[in-house]
């Protein structure tokens, strides 16, 4: 059964630092790894996705890899923003499920100016 | 816009007395599944459809019950809530084929059983 998880479980940083978030899975026969946000008591927006076939995937400032081999993923965030203020949220498929997702328990990102 | 949308948002209800969270999504997704997160726990998936008249147990199923009659709709029934029912809900869903498909959540319903 697929574990994952995520490293460090809160993260308090000023404005403008670059930030590694990092997940582990156990099953790496994955065959793509999705990156969440998650805001106090609200819903989850889906930041990225890499396909088993991908080494990277970017948007704007986030950048996500992954490295089934080792089983790891790590979410770079730069120039970090108050607004990135938020739970950062590592979801891999579940081990021969399709569309079932584990989830890390998650990064507590805290940007200050 | 593409989006899952769930009601109520919040419900604060007794113990016992049914109700259901409903679950709509418009980009013509046969997955579809429900999630419960909880301080300490995380997510955890409660049932999940793969397409119409098609549903499953996922991780934590006791106490509630689902139905696909529609591809659009998949609600969440808990026919006599407890309090250990108390949670954040969320609804998900995605094309079938996983390989390169997002899943999408909805906003979350917040559930409070006294």
């Known amino acids: 059964k697929q574990e994952v998880t995520q490293i460090p479980a809160a993260l308090s940083v000023p404005e403008g630092e670059n930030l590694v978030l990092n997940c582990s899975f156990t099953?790496?026969?994955?065959?793509?790894l999705q990156w969440f946000r998650q805001d106090p008591g609200k819903g989850l927006t889906s930041l990225l996705l890499?396909?088993?076939?991908?080494r990277e995937q970017t948007s704007g400032r986030l950048n996500a890899s992954l490295d089934k081999s080792s089983g790891r993923s790590t979410l770079y965030i730069a120039a970090s923003q108050p607004g990135d203020s938020a739970t950062y949220l590592c979801?891999?498929?579940?081990?021969?499920?399709?569309?079932?997702?584990?989830f890390g328990a998650g990064t507590r990102l805290a940007v200050h100016p | 816009e593409a989006q899952v949308t769930q009601n109520p948002r919040y419900l604060i209800t007794v113990t016992g007395k049914k109700l259901t969270v409903t679950c709509s999504q418009n980009?013509?997704?046969?997955?579809m599944s429900w999630y419960r997160q909880d301080p300490g726990l995380g997510l955890r998936q409660i049932y999940y459809?793969?397409?119409?008249?098609?549903?499953d147990k996922g991780d934590v199923p006791e106490g509630y019950k689902v139905s696909r009659k529609e591809k659009r709709n998949f609600p969440l029934i808990l026919e006599s809530p407890s309090p250990n029912q108390t949670s954040l809900y969320f609804c998900?869903?995605?094309?079938?084929?996983?390989?390169?498909?997002?899943?999408?959540f909805g906003p979350g319903t917040r559930l409070t059983v006294l």
């Open positions: 998900a869903s995605s094309f079938r084929t996983g390989d390169r498909s997002t899943q999408y």
């Open positions: 099953d790496s026969a994955i065959y793509n």
């Open positions: 890499i396909q088993s076939s991908q």
């Open positions: 979801a891999a498929p579940d081990s021969g499920g399709y569309n079932k997702l584990i």
């Open positions: 980009m013509n997704h046969e997955y």
């Open positions: 459809s793969m397409n119409v008249e098609v549903t």
